[in-house]
């Protein structure tokens, strides 16, 4: 998990510095332009989303249900954090 998280710290602060000094791109027109990239969105599974976050994928992050009755429409006591 961690491997992951430094992995992308590396790659978004490079983008960050991009973001914020630019770069030199000739574009199509064959004309030089300065370009400021930004990520402005993420796209990812459920099961990287959970891996990027830490997150438990099987337990209820809301409820304390147990982990064989995950999707059950039943109620459970919230989680008290």
């Known amino acids: 998990m961690q491997v992951l998280h430094d992995l992308l710290k590396v790659v978004?602060?490079?983008?960050?510095?991009?973001?914020?000094?630019?770069?030199?791109i000739k574009c199509g027109d064959k004309v030089v332009r300065r370009c400021y990239f930004q990520v402005v969105g993420w796209l990812a599974d459920y099961m990287e989303n959970s891996a990027i976050h830490g997150i438990y994928t099987t337990q209820c992050t809301i409820c304390e249900s147990p982990q064989d009755r995950l999707g059950n429409l039943q109620k459970y006591p919230l989680r008290d954090a």
């Open 12 to 24: 978004l602060r490079i983008l960050s510095n991009s973001a914020r000094d630019g770069h030199n």
